[in-house]
């Protein structure tokens, strides 16, 4: 009994969570890819992220690709900081090394933290996105990290 209300509260909880204070973001995003995106916030505490990204580590598997996302946020009760995670999907090709002209077609997640600056419409944001390729070196690839700096409006 006590478990299950332990999960109910937890469940409350994640139902009244709002997300950040901005509607929409565009950013720049560096790590294991290089690469943009545009953010927007469909709800609250939901939000739809596009991404586009050039991988730059490892000669045998180069690849741009274009993500989509579908994204929660959750206030961690300190203005401007949230956490956020959710499912999406990536098709691209390689266009360097063994795998080039290769597709890229992947299912992935992200999850990250992020941090609104008061005062000025800036985001500094941390994610990770594992990816489980489908096709032409097909696999789980968790090694994708970034740092994105986000201007909101």
Known sequence: MKRVLIIISALLI??????QDYERAVSARLGT??????KQFLT???????MGSIDIIGKDDRKMTLSAYGEYHYNLGVDGLS???GPGASFGLYV?????DGAVLSIDLISGIEYKLPD???ILAFDWNPQFQMVTNAGIKPANFGLSLRYTF
């Open 14 to 19: 994640t139902l009244s969570a709002k997300g």
């Open 33 to 38: 890819s290089i690469g943009a995106s545009y």
């Open 44 to 50: 609250a505490g939901a939000a739809f992220e596009a």
């Open 83 to 85: 956490v956020f995670g």
């Open 96 to 100: 360097a090394g063994k795998y080039k």
């Open 120 to 122: 000025y419409p800036f």
